[in-house]
């Protein structure tokens, strides 16, 4: 067993700018062995993340920041291989924070076990079961407490978070519009998932369009990306209009000093900028899971990923994430499925 | 009686960048005759507020933009002459937005009867007592929420709404820093009003004195100012804080395209910038009086008046709010209190 190998991806440097594949490090050693209290999980699916590029900076953010040959941090779904932890036996499927490797040792803490009874298949509990699902329902639930009636606006409608959002904001009643990059993810929102009008940002005016979808003005607006459309937004909300902070990923790369948008209209219609992370709201997350189930077998909550084959390929499909060109939340298939 | 001259400041054009005394024009009317329903009010304070600035734009804010010949707004504090209103007598001493002129007729709507009982001078209810003081308590406590023990950081800290703000920080229990612009206000910060300290943003490094005296983080900001100050503010902000926004006082006159601080932060810290305005909160005023009433009669809440003699001065004195070279709440005696 131990003459197995684990390849992993290190952090080899911290990017700046675009994150590069020489930022990360090939890596091969042993498979681990797990002790007394703990296990070892084989890792079938990694998912890439925008907030991955935070945690290769050098500054603390809301988690610490990793250090250089660290393996690269990512959230992971697998199956338990050997067990030496009394809650986990081997053919458990289990996720969490396990990293960009095929294998990992864990001591159980942190890691959710699934539900042998669950039907879906597994990529959902990586997408909309999974933290991206569940900063969508806390996110707009929590922060944007949205009211039947209202209008919420999306920016990266077509990503993993924002299309469970504009869903969710449907559920609620709301009046959903969202923004994406092409005419194919534009559609997509409209006649697959029905919201009520998208906006291609790269084609049409920001403010005309915001304008014509939005005639009561924006009651609600889920940011994924900062700049020009936050900008925008600003100046068409309604009175005590929520801002869910949930990414900037515009910014992310910036290797200038970035700005932010005027705040006058903040105190004009006494309105609120906040920030917000998912887990932060995991004491609700099995209730949030199970509504989730329920929408999606009733069809009120669709979804699609994006898996491209291989560990080796992570680090340049990780930019796809930045360059708009995933469809569906992106992850990696490390290995197969167990039968 | 309607021989009697009227002197009005109207607003005769909006101004670009600082405003200018030729922004204004000054009218001589008669004095207006009060009809069945209405009171004659003369005016013996008009308040001179940062909010005047956005009232002069012609794109609506929280209240319709004047238009080019009407009086000039503002708070003000009178005696009514003559009633012919049911609730109202003479002599009574009345609050209200009545404008930048000697005498106005109102129909007693959002107008405020002072009580005869108060031993307070009547320039406290333009400014503790008024909007300045509501403004400070409904900001800090309804959106700051404090808790003791926590760090409050007041920008304008000398300023008229910026001073009593803090001083109901160390009532609450918190440690308070403010910024000021001369050695003399961040004197009466720590040596009148108990700030734990004062920071001259002119002379010292806003950066290095932010972090020195506040040590534990920030977790309210409280802010009257905007720009640079907010920037440096979000870079030492604690989990879940607090940015109170009450006004951009920095911005108000600009010319130029206004852009605002990073808000990765607010992601980061889950932090949350609120915008509000004092008048959403009338409902509970009364309480609010009461409560800084009783601080100010047991000296735990110190405040100070800057008093212009004279109508005419209006429009050069309002500049002193944007050069910051008022010293505490600034207002214009219209006319002599009544013995």
């Given amino acids: 067993m131990s003459s197995r190998i684990n390849h992993q991806w ?49 500054k603390v953010s809301y988690v610490p920041p990793l250090a250089i040959g660290d393996v690269m941090r990512g959230f992971t779904l697998g199956v338990v291989e050997q067990s030496r932890h009394p ?26 076990k699934l539900s042998k009874a669950s039907s879906f298949p597994l990529p959902a ?6 933290l991206t699902g569940l900063t969508a329902y806390f996110g707009l639930l929590n922060i944007g407490k949205p009211e039947a009636g209202e209008t919420l606006v999306v920016s990266a409608a077509a990503g993993a978070v924002g299309s469970i959002v504009g869903q969710l904001g449907k559920i609620k009643g709301c009046h959903v519009v969202g923004t994406a990059g092409t005419e194919e993810k534009c559609h997509w929102l409209t006649e697959e998932l029905g919201f009520d009008a998208a906006i291609n940002y790269k084609t049409e005016s920001l403010r005309r369009s915001l304008s014509m979808h939005c005639p009561n ?46 705040l006058a209209s903040i105190i004009q219609k006494r ?13 609700r997350a099995k209730d949030a899971i199970s509504d989730l189930q329920k929408w999606v077998l009733e069809g009120r909550v669709k979804y699609r990923v994006d898996i491209v084959n291989g ?7 990780i930019s796809r994430l930045f360059d708009g060109s995933n469809k569906g939340k992106l992850m990696i298939r490390v290995s197969e499925e167990p039968l």
């Avoid at 290190?10 to 209290?37: N, T």
């Avoid at 560990?311 to 499909?317: I, K, M, Q, S």
Wanted: charged letters at 20%; proline letters at 5%; glycine letters at 10%.
């Fill in 271 to 283: 309105a609120r900028i906040e920030g917000f992370i998912a887990t932060d709201h995991y004491q």
């Fill in 311 to 317: 560990l080796e390929n992570a680090p340049t499909a």
């Fill in 217 to 262: 003005g924006i009651d609600i607006y889920f940011e994924n990306v900062g700049g020009t459309l936050l900008e925008t937004v600003l100046t068409l909300i309604n009175l005590r209009a929520r801002i869910v902070l949930c990414g900037l990923i515009s910014q992310y790369n910036a290797t200038d000093r970035v700005s932010g948008p005027d």
């Fill in 10 to 58: 290190c952090l080899a440097s911290r990017p700046v700018g675009q994150i590069k594949q020489s930022d990360f490090a090939w890596k091969e050693m042993p498979v681990p062995i797990p002790e007394d209290g703990e296990l070892l999980v084989r890792i079938i699916y990694l998912s890439l993340d925008p907030a991955a590029r935070g945690w290769m900076y050098e």
């Fill in 125 to 130: 509990f990586l997408s909309v079961f999974g």
């Fill in 87 to 112: 809650k986990f036996n081997p053919g458990d499927i289990v996720s969490g924070l396990l990293g960009w490797q095929e294998f990992a040792v864990a001591n159980g803490k942190g890691l959710m």
